[in-house]
């Protein structure tokens, strides 16, 4: 989904070394969300944020931190890598819930290799 | 990513055949429920969705059905095509966040 950018595509790093993933939306969406996707695990919420000043920890947040700099903008980083936090990870958006449906939107993902 | 559909249940059919994905879900309280598609090197796709008031809901060539006794969510695809090739994820809200499914790859031979 063009609306959900997320960079980098790609990133091979070393253990120990601190990373910040990128995302930003012009979908004008309040939430977004941060996933992991690993083999056979499917998605697994890291952190997600309803507005600029609210940020939630989700189901594997240890090791993650975020920052919500904007609307459109919600950054990820790892403070010191480690091998298995290598991963594919998503950025996600929605629109809040209401009584209406609100899917959420995803960017093509940034795929993070540690050594 | 490529990567994504090793150790998932597989669904091979034939070009032409209807295709029927099913997902068993954990939370009796999820009000709202999703298909996605995942297509090798991109991100989850939104394909149809379901509120917990409903029992079956139909796009273009897919069909969403909801057993709620039994927990129960597949996603029906008629006409099957090799463009359908793909991983196929359901997700549940339930509080205030989704929860997804492992996922099915579901591959189409022509």
């Known amino acids: 989904d063009a609306d959900v950018t997320q960079t980098p595509r790609n990133r091979i790093t070393k253990t120990g070394k601190r990373i910040m993933l990128e995302c930003s939306q012009t979908?004008?969406?309040?939430?977004m969300y941060w996933y992991r996707q690993d083999p056979g695990l499917g998605l697994r919420l890291i952190y997600y944020?309803?507005?600029?000043?609210?940020?939630n920890k989700g189901e594997i947040s240890d090791g993650y931190s975020v920052s919500r700099q904007a609307q459109a903008k919600f950054s990820l980083s790892l403070e010191s890598a480690i091998p298995n936090q290598t991963a594919l990870y998503f950025c996600?958006?929605?629109?809040?819930?209401?009584?209406?449906?609100?899917?959420?939107?995803f960017g093509d993902g940034t795929r993070l290799s540690i050594l | 990513g490529e990567n994504v559909g090793l150790h998932l249940p597989t669904l091979s059919v034939q070009e032409g055949d209807n295709s029927i994905i099913n997902c068993a879900y954990s939370n009796s309280a999820s009000d709202y429920f999703i298909w996605y598609k995942q297509e090798s090197g991109k991100g989850p796709q939104f394909i149809i969705d379901i509120r917990s008031n409903m029992d079956k809901r139909q796009g273009q060539r897919v069909t969403v059905l909801l057993n709620k006794t039994v927990k129960h969510l597949s996603l029906q695809i008629a006409a099957t095509q090799p463009g359908d090739s793909a991983v196929y994820f359901c997700?549940?809200?339930?509080?205030?966040?989704?929860?997804f499914g492992k996922g099915t790859m579901l591959l189409v031979s022509p």
């Open positions: 944020s309803f507005d600029v000043k609210d940020i």
């Open positions: 997700a549940e809200r339930g509080y205030s966040t989704l929860t």
């Open positions: 996600a958006t929605s629109d809040a819930w209401t009584d209406s449906n609100q899917p959420q939107h």
């Open positions: 979908k004008g969406h309040d939430r």
